[in-house]
């Protein structure tokens, strides 16, 4: 059977299926690693992805194998842990779908299926399908944050905020940090999520005091840690399971060569303004 999600009011029969998966296995980021074949029977349809491993690595454990190695945490598409490459896709080959949330009934029952760890220097190999992403924690500390004072919760209207700007600055803190955008691009860059956290909060009037140092600061992290450039090939807003958009890039762009004039004395417009 060949599934493709539910529509409104309809849920397929649920299939069991046998599929044969083949897995990259490292032991540590010293390993050279290879792909081991696995079978994985008494697969229902109705299991995402990462149920269909937990039952894998139940016959491994049963069997006194070393369980294959991956992320999580929620598990409902919020935390950005979850991410491999499935037959060479980034959370595999459902649009705006994070490996957590992909059903068994994309694929059909026999088929083969590969399934690798985000592919960049920048995201080490810890184990298996495990990648540090902590250059991305590196990122965001290098500017992902405002100085506004902390306490009580302010006044709801105290700091008006323009709709469209609070618009699209939701669409850019949607990023959920998995890294699909570097493990897609050719180059392995992250421009994609660092242009959305940088807008996220450039957006608002409370992002404003550090808008020219964040962006200076998170795009020389950035570079800092070995991520390629952007040559546009757009492939990081196709695999990105939320959607965000490469214009953001077009943004933080801006943003870096406004921040840089006004850094050597030229009249800093455009950056004024929350847009
Ligand atoms: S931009 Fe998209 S693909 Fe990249 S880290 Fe954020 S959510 Fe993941
Ligand atoms: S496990 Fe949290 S996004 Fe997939």
């Known amino acids: 059977m060949r599934g493709g999600g539910c529509r409104a009011g309809h849920h397929p029969p649920e299939l069991i299926m046998k599929l044969t998966l083949h897995v990259w296995r490292q032991r540590n980021a010293g390993d050279r690693g290879r792909f081991v074949t696995y079978p994985a029977s008494d697969i229902s349809s109705d299991m ?31 935390c950005g842990m979850c991410g491999m490459m499935i037959d060479g896709q980034a959370h595999g080959p459902r649009r705006a779908t994070t490996a957590c949330q992909l059903h068994m009934r994309t694929f059909r029952d026999g088929d083969e299926i590969t399934i690798e760890p985000w592919r960049a220097d920048a995201f080490p190999v810890v184990k298996d399908l495990v990648v540090d992403r902590s250059a991305f924690d590196r990122i965001v500390a290098a500017g992902g944050f405002i100085t506004a004072r902390t306490g009580s919760a302010p006044d709801g209207n105290a700091i008006p905020v323009p709709k469209a700007a609070a618009d699209l600055a939701m669409d850019a803190a949607a ?20 242009a959305a956290k940088v807008s996220h909060l450039g957006l608002l009037p409370q992002g404003q005091p550090e808008r020219r140092a964040r962006v200076r600061g998170m795009v020389a992290q950035m570079d800092a840690e070995g991520f390629g450039t952007c040559t546009n090939h757009f492939e990081c807003e196709a695999a990105c399971p939320k959607s965000i958009s490469v214009r953001f890039i077009a943004r933080m762009n801006r943003d870096y060569l406004v921040a840089t004039l006004a850094d050597r004395g030229a009249p800093a417009s455009g950056d004024s303004g929350t847009g």
């Open 48 to 78: 995402s992805f990462l149920e269909m491993l937990d039952v894998v690595n139940e016959a491994l454990i049963a069997r006194g194998e070393d369980p294959i190695a991956f992320d999580h945490d929620c598990r409902e598409g919020i």
């Open 175 to 194: 990023c959920i940090g998995c890294g699909a955008c570097v493990a897609a691009c050719p180059n392995a860059s992250a421009m994609l999520f660092t």
